[in-house]
């Protein structure tokens, strides 16, 4: 049975920073490409960042570049996701998720929620 748990959402000042992770179980976590999403209130599902299996690529949405940082540590099977300088329009529910062989999203956390104060 496959988890994901997210952790380290919390309510921060603007310009502050949060780290995420996610935990996971019951996959081969090596070998998946991992992703961070996130959903604001009466808003769709946005994509964040992305890490390969490796971690030696990663992608990033154009709002988030420079600010964010995703990572991973396969040994833990834990993704992170570094935020930095964060803005009130951050404030949204931020998920990991699994991506498959082909290129889909199939299994997602629970979600976190992160609230930034202006």
């Known amino acids: 049975q496959v988890q994901l748990v997210e952790s380290g959402g919390g309510l921060v000042q603007a310009g502050g920073s949060l780290r995420l992770s996610c935990a996971a179980s019951?996959?081969?976590?090596?070998?998946?490409?991992m992703g961070w999403f996130r959903q604001a209130p009466g808003k769709e599902r946005d994509f964040v960042a992305r890490?390969?299996?490796?971690?030696?690529?990663?992608d990033y949405a154009e709002s988030v570049k420079g600010r964010f940082t995703i990572s991973r540590d396969n040994a833990k099977k834990t993704v992170y996701l570094q935020m930095n300088s964060l803005k009130p329009e951050d404030t949204a529910v931020y998920y990991c998720?699994?991506?498959?062989?082909?290129?889909?999203?199939?299994?997602w956390g629970q979600g976190t929620q992160v609230t930034v104060s202006s």
């Open positions: 998720a699994r991506r498959n062989t082909v290129g889909s999203y199939d299994y």
């Open positions: 019951g996959l081969t976590f090596s070998r998946s490409t």
């Open positions: 890490i390969s299996s490796s971690g030696s690529s990663t």
